[in-house]
Nanobody
Framework: QLQLVESGGGLVQPGGSLRLSCAASGFTLDYYAIGWFRQAPGKEREGVSCISSSGGYTNYADSVKGRFTISRDNAKNTVYLQMNSLKPEDTAVYYC??????????WGRGTQVTVSS
């Protein structure tokens, strides 16, 4: 059973940092691109960042460029999202996503990030 588990969220003050993790079980992440998404209350889920299977290609939403960094450790079957200079508008539930070769999407349950003073 393919599963994704996000962790690392929490409450942080504006300007602070968090590192989110997305750990996979039941399959090997090596062959897949991974995406991070977020959903704030009352808003639609939006893409934050993605990384290619090799890690050689990354992409970021304009709102997080220069502040967030996505990375992966295939040996640990884990993808990370380093979030620096956090702003209140970054408050959301963060999810990681994998789309398999058949086009099916897999999501974790998410981890809450709250940026507030």
């Amino acid at each position: 059973q393919l599963q994704l588990v996000e962790s690392g969220g929490g409450l942080v003050q504006p300007g602070g940092s968090l590192r989110l993790s997305c750990a996979a079980s039941g399959f090997t992440l090596d062959y897949y691109a991974i995406g991070w998404f977020r959903q704030a209350p009352g808003k639609e889920r939006e893409g934050v960042s993605c990384i290619s299977s090799s890690g050689g290609y990354t992409n970021y939403a304009d709102s997080v460029k220069g502040r967030f960094t996505i990375s992966r450790d295939n040996a640990k079957n884990t993808v990370y999202l380093q979030m620096n200079s956090l702003k209140p508008e970054d408050t959301a539930v963060y999810y990681c996503n994998v789309r398999d070769f058949y086009g099916k999407d897999y999501w974790g349950r998410g981890t809450q990030v709250t940026v507030s003073s």
